[in-house]
C-alpha cells in the first residue's frame, strides 16, 4: 500500500510526534509498504531515498527540526490534502495534540474522501475536550476525577482574577487539587496546587493553552493506562515515576520512570479497568488505537483521567509496552493498525 504518515505539526507534543512518525514510518517500510512521510508543521514531505537516509539516523532529529517558531501554523496540512497524490491510499496519522487530533485533519480527510488510522472526527474532538469527555464519562458511569471548570475571557490581553469559592474547594476534597488546561497533552500545562495562595497562578499557568482550565479533585495512588487496539483492551501499564510527579520530562526521559506491564495489582482491578477502558473508548466512539489515561486511588478505585486517540507510538511509548505484553511486536502493532482501518470509497 501506498501509505502518507502525517507527522510534526505544531502543538506541544511536535518533538514526540516526530518520533512517532519516525518509528511508524520504519515500520510500515519493513512490512513493505510504500511511504511517504509529511512534516505538516513545516510541509516538508521525505519519499524513497530521502526518507530511508533520514530514518537511518538514531531519534527523529534527522526527519524534521525538533521546534518551530511559537504560534507557527500547520501550513503543510490543509495544501496537502487538498493536493493529496491520487495514489496515496491510506493517512497513517502520527500527529499528537492540536489541529492533527482534534478533529480537524480527520474532517478534512472526510472531505477528501481519503481513509485514515484512527478516530473520526467526532470522537477526536470529543477525546481533546477533556470537560466534555467528562460529561460522558459521569453519563456513562465511569468514575472520572471531580471538577471545575473556569473560563478565561476571550481576549488574552484582559485581566484574569480566577478564583474558587470555599464550596468548590471542599467538593474537589480540599487540597491539593490537580489544575490543568483542558485541551493539552504530555502533561503540559498541568499543576498541582497545594494551597490556595497558589491556586490563581496555576490557572494563569494553565491559560497559555487555552481559555478553558479544569481544578480536578487530586486521587492519590498510582498511574495506570489501559490501551485499546480495535475493540480489545491490552494489559495495564503501570507507570511509575522515580521522583514525585509524572509530568513530560519524566515522560520523554529513558530511565525517569520504570512500567511494569502487566501492572503488579489485583486481578479484579485490572478487569475493572480493562473494562472501563473499553467503555470510556466506545462512549467517545474511538476508532483504531486509543490510550486511556487512569489514577488509581489508593483505595482501589480506578479514575479516569482522559482518552488519547493518537496516543505516543515511539519505542519507549506505552501502547507497544502493552501490545509486547501480548506477544505483539511493534510492527504487528502497526499492521494491525493498518488493518483495522476501515477503506472507504475508492478515490
Ligand atoms: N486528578 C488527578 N489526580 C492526580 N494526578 C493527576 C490528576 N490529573 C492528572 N494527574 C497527573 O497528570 C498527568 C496528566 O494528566 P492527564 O489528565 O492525563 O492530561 P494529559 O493530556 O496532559 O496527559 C497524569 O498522568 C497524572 O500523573
Ligand atoms: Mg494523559
Not at 28 to 36: C, T
Not at 104 to 130: E, I
Not at 280 to 304: K, N, Q, S
Request: hydrophobic share 40%; proline share 7%.
Amino acid at each position: 500500500m501506498r501509505i502518507a504518515v502525517l507527522m510534526g505539526g505544531t502543538s506541544a507534543e511536535r518533538e514526540i510526534s516526530i518520533r512517532t512518525g519516525a518509528g511508524v514510518s520504519r515500520a510500515l517500510l519493513s512490512l513493505g509498504h510504500d511511504v511517504v512521510l509529511l512534516d505538516t508543521g513545516t510541509g516538508k514531505l521525505l519519499e524513497e531515498k530521502e526518507l530511508h537516509a533520514a530514518l537511518k539516523q538514531p531519534g527523529g532529529s534527522a526527519i524534521a527540526p525538533t521546534t518551530l517558531p511559537q504560534a507557527a501554523a500547520n501550513i503543510g496540512l490543509e495544501p496537502f490534502v487538498r493536493g493529496m497524490p491520487r495514489d496515496i491510499e491510506l493517512v497513517f496519522v502520527a500527529l499528537h495534540g492540536g489541529d492533527g487530533e482534534n478533529g480537524t485533519l480527520q474532517a478534512l480527510l472526510d472531505l477528501a474522501q481519503v481513509p485514515y488510522t484512527g478516530s473520526g472526527v467526532l470522537a477526536s474532538a470529543l477525546a481533546m475536550d477533556k470537560a466534555m469527555s467528562k460529561r460522558i464519562f459521569v453519563q456513562e458511569g465511569i468514575p472520572t476525577p471531580e471538577w471545575v471548570e473556569r473560563w478565561a475571557p476571550e481576549d488574552p490581553s484582559q485581566p484574569w482574577i480566577p478564583e474558587l469559592d470555599d464550596e468548590e474547594i471542599e467538593r474537589l476534597g480540599g487540597f491539593p487539587v490537580i489544575v490543568k488546561p483542558n485541551d493539552q497533552g504530555s502533561t503540559v500545562g498541568i499543576t498541582v496546587v497545594s494551597e490556595r495562595a497558589k491556586l490563581k497562578s496555576a490557572l494563569l499557568t494553565a491559560r497559555r493553552y487555552g481559555r478553558l482550565a479544569l481544578v480536578e479533585r487530586y486521587i492519590p495512588g498510582r498511574e495506570v493506562t489501559v490501551s485499546v487496539l480495535d475493540n480489545l483492551a491490552l494489559p495495564v501499564v503501570e507507570i511509575i515515576p522515580e521522583v514525585g510527579f509524572y509530568d513530560y520530562e519524566h515522560k520523554y526521559t529513558a530511565g525517569a520512570s520504570r512500567y511494569e506491564v502487566p501492572a503488579k495489582i489485583p486481578h479484579e482491578t485490572s478487569e475493572r479497568l480493562l473494562s472501563l477502558g473499553l467503555r470510556a473508548c466506545r462512549a467517545l466512539r474511538c476508532r483504531g488505537v486509543a490510550r486511556v489515561d487512569f489514577r488509581l486511588h489508593e483505595d482501589g478505585t480506578p479514575y479516569c483521567l482522559e482518552v488519547n486517540t493518537v496516543p505516543g507510538m515511539t519505542e519507549m511509548s506505552l501502547v507497544p509496552k502493552a501490545a509486547a505484553a501480548v506477544g505483539k511486536s511493534y510492527e504487528d502493532l502497526v499492521r494491525t493498525i493498518v488493518e483495522s482501518t476501515p477503506i472507504r470509497a475508492p478515490r
